[in-house]
Structure formats: C-alpha cells, structure tokens
C-alpha cells in the first residue's frame, strides 16, 4: 500500500493521512472508522493494516463523494512529519567510498538530521547563502513501525513499517568544515522523504532495488542497494544495540557513487536546479532548488 500525508494547497490546515490509488489519492480522515494517522497504524499492528486494507478496498469498489482526490490537486507532505529521530548512514556504498577516496567502514558511520530538514515531493528547497558546494543523495528511507531495542539481524526487517524515498542534500563546504557532519547535513529543507511511504509488505528484497539522480533531466546516479556495505537489517540491528528506535523514527541508508563529490570537474547544485531521485517500486521525487 502507498501511503502519504498530504494538504489543500488552497487552506492553511495541518496536513492529512491518506492512501494513492488506482481511483485517485483517497482521504482517510473522510471516513468513518479508518485509520487516520500512521501513529494509529502503528498502534495497532497487523491488526491495523488488514482493516486499513479493506476500508481501502471497499472505497475503490463503492467509492461516495468527497472521498477520492485527483493527485494534481493536492500539495505533497513529508511522509513522517514530526519522527522523534532521523539518522543516516554515511559511506554505505562500496564504490562512493571509493570515489570519495575512503576507506570502506569497519561498521555503519552514522550521524543524525533533524526534523526541520524534511521536505515534501515537489516542495522547493532554499540553498542559503552560507555555503555553495551543494550536492545530492539518492538514498532507500526506511521508516521503523514496531519499537526495536538490540534486535538480531535476522528480526531487524520485521520492524520496518514501510520504506521511501529520500534525497540526503549536503553542503559540502559546511560538511567538511569540521570531524563532524552535522552542519552541512540538516539545513532546512535538506532531506525531501516520499513521495509516498510503501509499506513492507510491498518490498521483497530493500537490498536488490535501483537508485537514480536526475539534475535536470541529466542521470547522475544509477546503482543498485545491493552495492551496500550494510545492509538495511544489519543498520538497523546495528542502531537499536545503543538506542531504542521508535515508531515512526526515519533511517536514510546512505547513497551510491554519483555524487558531485566524487567528480573531477566539480559543478555544484545552484537555485534553478531541478533534482529528481528514484529508488525502484517507491516512486520519483523531485525538489526545484531555490
């Protein structure tokens, strides 16, 4: 199922639940008795899924007024809205480690992004005026759906709500200012996450899926997460020995080779760029960079 949060671009309301259809972009909070929020969903379970599931089936085959929205008349939201933590994996692929000229990690490097850098599909990104080496990341999102503390790698994916699409943006020259990434890593705006989340259900194999960067319209990235280091079950068994992760929480696995980083002739993002990243069966998600 694809699931996404989304807002009238017309009204000032907070963002609502819904799920993409065949039929169209169907708002759950319309009706009666489903469930409307991931947090519900994630409360419920297996339970919760089933009976979302035929609310869904049921409003395809018997759909009433105002239920079904056409896709060109709302206005994307970050799939998660507020995660308690977002965490990415840097380096997690063999060959951008090599174009980054660095060894390949004894265990996953991890640093932190903040809420303020989600961003929506088709929301456009500010690059401020305090840096200027700006790049890109396609990278595989995994949402956590069940509490996981010191999983084995083997239970790691049955924790794993749904996955998405993320675009781990970077100022480089913030970045590299410090040991620490931080900086340059959880700017505003500085992580887009969608455009929908697709549950687990929906993905057999999170390490056999392609990746693909467009800036504007011109492939960057083209790889494969069967390229990782870690594996999406070995970071999150990984993660959850030093910290409980919580429903809801986002991991962004890291990014194949591509990166304006790794190249010899290096031309940085700049406002007017248009940035679309891919990863197979979860969709495209693309941000104008302002």
Not at 5 to 15: A, I, K, L, N, R
Request: with cysteine.
């Amino acid at each position: 199922m694809e699931l996404l949060h989304f807002t009238d671009p017309q009204s000032v309301d907070p963002p609502r639940f819904g799920a993409r259809t065949a039929a169209g972009i169907l708002d759950l909070e319309r009706m009666i008795d489903a469930p409307s929020s991931l947090s519900e969903l994630f409360n419920e379970g297996r339970r919760g899924m089933d009976r979302l599931l035929r609310f869904v089936e049921d409003a395809v085959a018997d759909p009433q007024p105002g239920w079904f929205l056409d896709e060109e008349s709302i206005q994307y939201a970050p799939v998660v809205l507020q995660p308690q933590k977002i965490i990415c994996v840097g380096l997690n692929y063999r060959r951008h480690a090599q174009e980054s000229g660095m060894v390949l990690p004894k265990t996953p490097v991890l640093f932190a992004k903040f809420a303020n850098a989600l961003a929506a599909h088709q929301e456009p990104v500010p690059l401020p005026a305090t840096a200027v080496r700006y790049d890109y990341e396609v990278e595989l999102g995994a949402v956590i759906g069940r509490r996981a503390r010191d999983v084995s790698e083997e239970a790691a994916l049955d924790h794993v709500f749904g996955y998405c699409v993320t675009n781990d943006l970077s100022a480089r020259d913030l970045q590299m200012r410090t040991g620490q990434w931080l900086l340059g890593k959880t700017l505003d705006k500085f992580l887009p996450a969608g455009p929908v989340l697709v549950t687990a259900d929906q993905v057999a194999d999170p390490q056999n899926l392609e990746l693909r960067t467009w800036v504007n319209g011109e492939l960057r990235q083209h790889s494969n997460t069967g390229d990782m280091v870690f594996s999406v079950a070995e970071i999150i068994s990984y993660i959850s020995r030093y910290m409980t992760l919580e429903p809801g929480d986002l991991i962004s696995t890291g990014t194949p080779e591509g990166v304006i980083l790794g190249m010899a002739e290096q031309v940085w993002l700049k406002p007017g760029d248009e940035v679309t990243v891919e990863v197979q069966g979860l969709g495209r998600l693309t941000n104008p960079l302002i």
